[in-house]
């Protein structure tokens, strides 16, 4: 299994201003993921954090707004750029380490971000 | 594509049973759940991968008929700590393909 920690836990930001956003599991994993979960509502995924190279965005996600760096096996960072209230949410960090068979995907407490 | 959760919420009294239905329009090769609590992350309950099988985790077990792309949920006998939302995601094609998950079903059990 993998833990998976995040840092901040929540934040209340300025319309305008950026925030970077850090995920740190306590084993390797094979692959990184950032999701968004406004509330009530499902897990959004914005992107795969690839080790090494460019992250890969899901459809209506970009790299201006979302960027992301993976620079090794077991940490990554996701930055909400020129945020508005629009992107208040709930972002989750997820991993999936490798199993007999199976892999199993975690997730992190998520990021609670409330933009004023 | 989102995969379809029904039912979209549900209510029971402790002891009773119940089932959540996962189904997608596209060949799969895995299906993932989880619970969340509220304002907590959510929590692996178990994979099932192509092939039918069958699975179980306590009073919690699960099927994947991949043939008609779904799957159900099987809660037995509900405890308080069962309540939640329930989220099934699920991956196709191949092992590195992304979770995509449905929308989720509410569950409640009361006392």
């Known amino acids: 299994s993998a833990v998976i920690s995040q840092k901040p836990s929540r934040d209340i930001c300025q319309r305008g201003t950026s925030l970077t956003i850090q995920c740190q599991v306590d084993?390797?994993?094979?692959?990184m993921f950032w999701y968004r979960q406004q509330p009530g509502q499902s897990l959004t995924l914005i992107a795969t954090?690839?080790?090494?190279?460019?992250?890969?965005?899901e459809s209506g996600f970009v790299i201006d707004k979302f960027p992301i760096s993976r620079p090794n096996l077991t940490f990554s960072t996701l930055t909400v750029s020129n945020m508005s209230p629009e992107d208040s949410s709930i972002y989750l960090c997820?991993?999936?380490?490798?199993?007999?068979?199976?892999?199993?995907?975690?997730f992190g407490p998520g990021t609670r971000l409330t933009v004023l | 594509q989102q995969p379809v959760q029904s039912p979209q919420a549900v209510i029971l009294r402790e002891g009773e049973d119940a089932v959540i239905n996962c189904s997608s329009s596209?060949?799969?090769?895995?299906v993932h759940w989880y619970r969340q609590k509220h304002g907590e992350a959510p929590v692996f309950l178990m994979i099932?991968?192509?092939?039918?099988e069958q699975k179980g985790h306590e009073k919690i077990s699960a099927s994947f008929n991949e043939k008609k792309q779904q799957s159900s949920l099987y809660l037995t006998a509900s405890q308080l700590s069962y309540s939640g939302t329930y989220f099934c995601?699920?991956?196709?094609?191949?092992?590195?393909?992304?979770?995509?998950f449905g929308p989720g079903t509410s569950l409640s059990v009361i006392p």
């Open positions: 084993s390797q994993v094979t692959m």
């Open positions: 995601g699920t991956k196709g094609r191949t092992s590195y393909d992304k979770v995509i």
């Open positions: 954090a690839n080790q090494g190279s460019e992250a890969t965005y």
């Open positions: 596209k060949a799969l090769y895995s």
């Open positions: 997820s991993a999936i380490s490798p199993g007999q068979g199976s892999d199993t995907q975690y």
């Open positions: 099932l991968l192509k092939g039918g």
